[in-house]
């Protein structure tokens, strides 16, 4: 079965620094990897996705992440964190056996203090 | 424009209620999906459509009836509503079914179902 983890429930960062939320992921095959992101009620956005080619994956609002396969991780990035990402982060992953599903990790909510 | 669009936002309502969330997508995708998020955050996929197929139906309920006039709505109707429905509903909507390349899904912005 495929699956992700997200091992920290909460990361708090101070704005300007760099910030890390980190994600782990088992599959049978090859890996489809996402980001999003919600704020307080609110749907989830969309940050980006790893599909295959560059281990470093570039999105939105200044958001990358790296993909390593050796270690199975999507670990989310940001150089500079600002006060306005604070939200709770899903990674997730395409489980290629039920479709176009995507089945989520448990969630991390990043605190970004001024 | 709103991409993807549910109604309503919140619905408080007695158990042993049916009712039924509204969603609509004006991206012209293909397949549309509903996720339930718990109380603790957690999400889940109820189901899925792909051209008004039923392409996925994970361990839900038969209470739990998702419904596509065609491909730009996809309503979820639920009989006899338990206590433990309470939740938030997610819509989404993403191109391509089950070939493809895997695009990503937009949301809505959630029904807070509450039972009483």
């Known amino acids: 079965a495929q699956s992700v983890a997200q091992p920290e429930d909460q990361v708090n960062v101070a704005e300007g620094n760099p910030l890390t939320v980190k994600c782990t992921y088992s599959?049978?095959?090859?890996?489809?990897l996402f980001w999003y992101v919600q704020y307080p009620n609110r749907g989830l956005q969309f940050l980006l996705k790893y599909i295959t080619g560059d281990n470093l994956v570039k999105g939105s609002y200044g958001f990358e992440a790296e993909f390593n396969k050796s270690q199975t991780s999507f670990h989310l990035k940001k150089p500079s964190a600002l006060v306005s990402d604070s939200a709770l982060y899903f990674c997730a992953v395409r489980d290629a056996q039920a479709g176009t599903a995507l089945i989520f990790g448990k969630g991390t909510t990043l605190s970004v203090s001024s | 424009d709103t991409a993807v669009s549910q109604t309503p936002k919140y619905l408080v309502t007695q158990m042993g209620n049916d009712k039924s969330i509204k969603c609509e997508q004006n991206?012209?995708?293909?397949?549309m999906y509903w996720y339930k998020q718990d109380s603790k955050k957690f999400l889940k996929i109820m189901f899925s459509?792909?051209?008004?197929?039923?392409?996925i139906n994970e361990t839900v309920p038969n209470r739990f009836s998702p419904k596509s006039p065609d491909k730009a709505h996809l309503n979820l109707h639920i009989n006899s509503l338990e206590l433990g429905d309470s939740a938030v509903y997610f819509c989404a909507s993403s191109q391509a079914g089950t070939s493809g390349a895997p695009y990503e899904q937009y949301f809505g912005p959630g029904t807070r179902l509450t039972v009483t």
């Open positions: 991206l012209g995708h293909d397949t």
């Open positions: 599959v049978s095959g090859n890996p489809y």
């Open positions: 459509y792909n051209n008004k197929e039923l392409i």
